[in-house]
């Protein structure tokens, strides 16, 4: 598929996803929204792939959902055509998926980057919900998952005033994994992303899965569906040959 508002590539197992409208600072709009999903899904299917990265550009990773094409949205057609639930797919998406921030994520673009599994900023990364300065909340889970990322205070702080977090507050935080230099954060991410697409692809997403309950159970629940999973595991060869590689000192050779 020819793709107008992103670039895709593949980097051995790793797909990368690259937003591309430089020219709104990658504001997220309805085509790139689903060429982004459509990448996702080519991904998703594609066995050779193990792990995902998305990225923007060194200005932006996206400055938020596209203000222009929003502006004339109505209700009650927002809620007929149901909009933002398909901008969700990214939360969706079953393998697992590195965001790698550098420069401005802002409004829906913090809200892409965080729902994804982890973020890597770059140094010059801007994190913020600044969407109460255009007269509307978050849509796209920033009450809720930057509250969870950051904790209540910091998340009502920037949900009510729209203040911006840099890399560092960010990294302190809890938001990101990891700050590093602007330049190295696409190698960084890339090299991150080859280590997991490394792994044995079904533990990974089903260690993603397993982590992920944690936000949506008890913990004596989520510790009971952990088990369960990680039993099962001991009846697919990966468990095997991981072990063996450990008592031989080898390398796993996994079956991805
Ligand atoms: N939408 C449309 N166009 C944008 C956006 C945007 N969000 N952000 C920047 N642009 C455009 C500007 O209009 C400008 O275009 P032009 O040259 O034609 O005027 C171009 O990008 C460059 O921008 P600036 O000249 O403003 O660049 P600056 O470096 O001076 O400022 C900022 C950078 C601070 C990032 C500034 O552009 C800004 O404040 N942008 C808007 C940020 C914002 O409010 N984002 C929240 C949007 S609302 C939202 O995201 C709702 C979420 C809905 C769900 C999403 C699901 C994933």
């Known amino acids: 598929m020819a793709y107008e508002t992103i670039l895709v590539e593949q980097h051995d197992r790793v797909g ?15 085509q790139l929204i689903g060429e982004l999903n459509a990448a996702l899904d080519a991904f998703e299917q594609d066995r050779g ?7 923007g550009s060194e200005k932006a990773f996206a400055a938020g959902a596209d203000i222009k094409e929003m502006q004339v949205f109505s209700y009650p057609a927002t809620y007929l055509d149901d909009f933002i ?56 889970g920033g009450t809720q ?6 904790g209540k ?17 960010a990294e302190r935080a809890g938001l990101v994994s990891r700050v590093v230099p602007a330049a190295e954060l696409l190698d960084e991410a890339l090299k991150v992303a080859k280590v997991i697409a490394g792994m044995s692809t079904h533990v990974a997403m089903q ?23 990680f039993q099962s595991q001991f009846g697919v060869a990966d468990q095997k040959e991981g072990m063996a590689a450990f008592i031989e000192k080898r390398p796993a050779k996994f079956d991805h």
Do not use: H
Request: proline share 3%; aromatic share 6%.
């Open 145 to 150: 998952r930057l509250t969870r990322f950051v």
């Open 85 to 140: 639930t398909s901008w969700e797919r990214l939360s969706r998406t079953r393998k697992p998926v590195i965001a790698a921030v550098a420069g401005f994520a802002l409004g829906g673009g913090c809200e892409l980057a965080m729902m994804c599994d982890f973020i890597l900023a770059a140094d010059t990364a801007k994190f913020g919900q600044p969407e109460i300065k255009l007269g509307v909340m978050p849509g796209a």
């Open 49 to 55: 792939i193990g792990c995902v990265v998305l990225t």
């Open 207 to 229: 260690t993603k899965e397993s982590v992920n309950r944690s936000y949506e159970t008890t913990l004596a629940e989520g510790i009971r569906f952990e088990r369960r999973v």
């Open 153 to 169: 205070s910091k998340a009502m702080e920037m949900c009510l005033t729209g203040r911006l977090m840099d890399a560092a507050e």
């Open 16 to 30: 990368l996803i690259r937003l591309n409208r430089p020219q709104a600072l990658n504001a997220l709009n309805g």
